[in-house]
């Protein structure tokens, strides 16, 4: 059918204008919305560049693992902090390029939609980290927590960069921290600090595991709250 | 979701109107439509359009069986016969008056798709659905009602 006829078609169809739709709309209670559908949605408007990001590291992980196993473990370490910085930087995406009032006034509120994220992108970082320890040899758990102790490392730091320092000088800074972060746990296996990563160690390493991650979920707190107080 | 939703309460509106052709109850059983939704709807994965076309149907039978108002159904009619004869006939387009007496040839059935078809912009999946039929048997009827539509118009 073509344009013409169509428009043709609706004006003959055409209705009275309806007088009590936004009264009514007013009135009418939103569905409460599950967590699942908000978390799927929240995903698909994380930038794919993220995604890609995580892929091409991962990738690369997993070819060295064929071929280096240091280098496997090297490489793992390195590249946490980095996928933290940029999980926490796209977390805050809106707030860096001055979108706050659009998200705010959105029907899912902006703490919310940023915990999403954060959720979304620590779970597939964290799980991808522990597919990718599989495949270095050693025990598995001390191989877990010799990763997770830099990322929540860098968690931390990025979390308390963007709350004191949000915008794009955050971002920079959020890379610079983790990068340094990178550099250390590079230096220590590289350098004469393997002594850190024996088993009698382990403790140390599982109590540094906890608190940063306790500090971490303090800070993300902290970060949701000045959120809020923006507008106030 | 409710933006998507009151972006839909035009076309349901316009859908109850052409029914019943009164705009007051047209107004009533499309709110109705909309609270029925939000009462009854399982989830948000599943499409909302036909749902709410489905109830919409069936609350406009149920309000024909009510008053026994069939003469609603010949007001659509009416208002296209008087559209051509009448004052302001003279000022119609001879190509608006051919789809007018063209759209008079056709069933109330065929009148209803072409409504929703393609004046509500229904896609032919929600259509088939609505309808209890399959994609191909929707995509003939409407090429079949499309067919009828230009022969009437073209003479």
């Not at chain 1, 929540?152 to 971002?171: F, S």
């Not at chain 2, 004869?85 to 051919?98: F, N, R």
Request: glycine content about 4%.
């Amino acid at each position: 059918m073509d344009q013409k006829m169509q428009e043709e078609l609706k004006k003959i169809y055409a209705a009275p204008a309806p007088a009590g739709k936004r009264a009514f709309f007013r009135t009418v209670q939103p569905q409460p919305v599950r967590i699942r559908y908000m978390l799927w949605i929240q995903a698909a408007y994380i930038s794919k560049c993220t995604w890609i990001l995580a892929a091409v590291f991962f990738g690369i992980i997993l070819f060295l693992s064929r071929y280096y196993e240091i280098a496997l473990f090297v490489t793992v370490i390195a590249v946490m902090p980095l996928l933290a910085a940029g999980s926490v930087t796209e977390s805050m995406r809106s707030f860096t390029y001055g979108m706050r009032e659009l998200e705010m006034s959105a029907r899912f509120s902006a703490k919310s939609v940023i915990l999403a994220r954060m959720c979304i992108l620590g779970t597939v970082n964290i799980l991808s980290a522990f597919f990718c320890a599989l495949f270095v040899q050693g025990k598995y758990m001390c191989t877990v927590l010799y990763l997770l102790v830099p990322y929540l490392a860098a968690v931390y730091l990025c979390l308390l960069i963007v709350r004191i320092m949000p915008g794009r000088d955050g971002i920079y800074a959020c890379t610079a921290g983790s990068f340094g972060i990178s550099m250390l746990a590079i230096g220590s296996i590289l350098g004469k600090g393997m002594w850190i990563y024996e088993e009698r160690h382990l403790y140390v390493w599982l109590a540094a595991a906890v608190l940063l991650a306790c500090m971490s979920l303090k800070e993300g707190r902290r970060t949701l709250r000045s959120i809020e107080s923006c507008f106030v | 979701m409710l933006i998507e939703l009151e972006e839909q309460y035009d076309c349901i509106y316009r859908y109850c109107y052409y029914r019943l052709h009164h705009v007051q109850m047209a107004e009533d059983l499309t709110q109705e439509v909309f609270l029925r939704y939000f009462e009854k709807a399982r989830s948000e994965n599943e499409r909302p359009l036909p749902y709410l076309y489905t109830i919409a149907r069936n609350l406009c039978i149920d309000e024909f069986r009510r008053k026994k108002t069939e003469y609603m159904q010949d007001s659509f009619e009416k208002e296209l016969v008087q559209d051509m004869t009448g004052e302001h006939a003279q000022s119609v387009l001879v190509d608006t008056m051919a789809l007018k007496q063209a759209l008079l040839a056709l069933t109330e059935h065929e009148r209803e798709l072409i409504l929703l078809r393609y004046v509500n912009e229904v896609s032919v999946a929600d259509l088939s659905e609505i309808f209890d039929v399959s994609r191909f048997a929707m995509y003939r009827k409407l090429k079949g009602v499309l067919k009828k539509l230009k022969n009437h118009m073209q003479g």
